[in-house]
């Protein structure tokens, strides 16, 4: 897997908030914790509801800052997010742990 490939296309769904190819790349037991709101996420269901309240709702488009490749499981990258929430731009992370291909968990947060 290359990962910076990965992550490059995942971002790629996600600002044209194209929920089926976002939901491809997450394992079917993927979690996604998310403190910045307060909860986790489970299984597809779970995150087709963050995707749609967080990015599909406040319009939010995500720019890759840095990326670190940690193992051939594991990256971390920071981002900047742009959307119609109050901030308007804010900083963001995302830590990964991938399995057969996708993303096995994430945590997200804001910076």
């Known amino acids: 897997m290359d990962i910076q490939t990965f992550i490059q296309d995942w971002l790629a769904a996600g600002n044209a908030y194209d929920i089926d190819l976002y939901l491809k790349q997450y394992h079917k037991d993927a979690v996604l914790d998310d403190p910045s709101v307060g909860r986790s996420f489970v299984g597809h269901k779970g995150i087709r509801k963050y995707f749609e309240d967080y990015f599909i709702g406040y319009k939010t488009q995500t720019r890759l800052v840095t990326l670190e490749i940690i193992s051939k499981a594991k990256a971390h990258i ?3 997010f742009t959307g119609a929430f109050p901030e308007g731009k804010i900083g963001g ?3 990964f742990t991938f399995k057969e291909g996708k993303i096995l968990s994430v945590k997200a947060d804001l910076l």
């Open 93 to 95: 992370r995302f830590d």
């Open 78 to 80: 920071e981002v900047e």
